[in-house]
């Protein structure tokens, strides 16, 4: 703009050091273990040479991998599809609970606990507020079952992928430490579920429709390649080279859903 004199105007920019502010303690309560981990590792540098060595590529790989996966099941909402048609075969807070917490028990195995949490957790409220049940329950229920699933697997939680590939365990021996405590966790979420009182329910919910039923089973495919990578079957680096593929070709926008402050 100019005035009369033919002078420009200065038009003063108004920042807003609050609104940075916020965003600054958001990040920070957001990814506190990595700027922990960071912290740490800076700190640790200063007594011990930080060496390329440290860093297991293996591990990272086969975490994207299934991160990669994961995050395209979710987009495709294949487990929103499995866990409706699971539950439209359910009449009782019974069966309904058993459902609920036995597919997050269960999904835990193969996509993570925070993804089965993430997933299934919403839709014990939709079915509570639809059907009136107490919703608390069988979400506690579910955090423990998906942590208690997660451990069965190597798969199951980045910590286990870590163990299982450090230490090169054959599937057997790990699974002979696992299993022990699954058929317990099994059995303790039972007990918990059977003691709940029997109320019959009508519950009325809408189909989940998988609209891309192609790229369903190119990941389930993808998918099934990954697990051989885990299990020492396929070579990781070629399940790399085909999820790197795969991704470019079908859904380039998975790779910025990935969590990579946890990679």
């Not at 909402?77 to 459902?99: M, N, P, R």
């Amino acid at each position: 703009m100019l005035n009369n004199n033919n002078q420009e105007l200065s038009i003063p920019i108004i920042y807003n050091h609050n609104s940075k502010k916020n965003n600054l303690k958001n990040f920070i309560k957001k990814e506190i273990v990595l700027i922990l981990s960071v912290s740490l590792a800076i700190i640790t540098s200063f007594i011990s040479s930080p060496k390329l060595s440290y860093i297991d590529f293996k591990v990272l790989i086969l975490l994207f991998n299934l991160m990669v996966v994961v995050a395209a099941f979710k987009e495709l909402k294949v487990l929103d599809s499995i866990a409706i048609s699971l539950l439209k075969k359910c009449s009782t807070y019974t069966s309904i609970s058993f459902a609920l917490v036995f597919i997050t028990f269960l999904a835990s195995m193969v996509v993570t606990n925070d993804v089965a949490l993430i997933t299934f957790v919403p839709l014990s409220i939709v079915v509570a507020k639809k059907s009136d049940i107490n919703v608390l329950k069988i979400v506690i229920l579910q955090t423990l079952a998906a942590n208690l699933g997660s451990s069965f697997t190597p798969m199951g939680n980045p910590q286990n992928l870590f163990i299982y590939s450090f230490y090169n365990l054959d599937p057997s021996d790990f699974f002979k430490i696992t299993a022990p405590l699954v058929i317990l966790s099994v059995l303790f979420l039972s007990i918990i579920i059977l003691k709940s009182k029997k109320i019959n329910l009508d519950l009325h919910l809408e189909d989940v429709e998988i609209k891309n039923k192609k790229d369903v089973i190119f990941f389930s495919i993808l998918f099934a390649i990954i697990l051989l990578s885990i299990f020492h079957i396929v070579d990781y680096k070629l399940a790399f080279s085909i999820t790197l593929l795969t991704v470019l070709i079908l859904n380039k926008k998975l790779l910025t859903q990935i969590d990579y402050s946890l990679l």
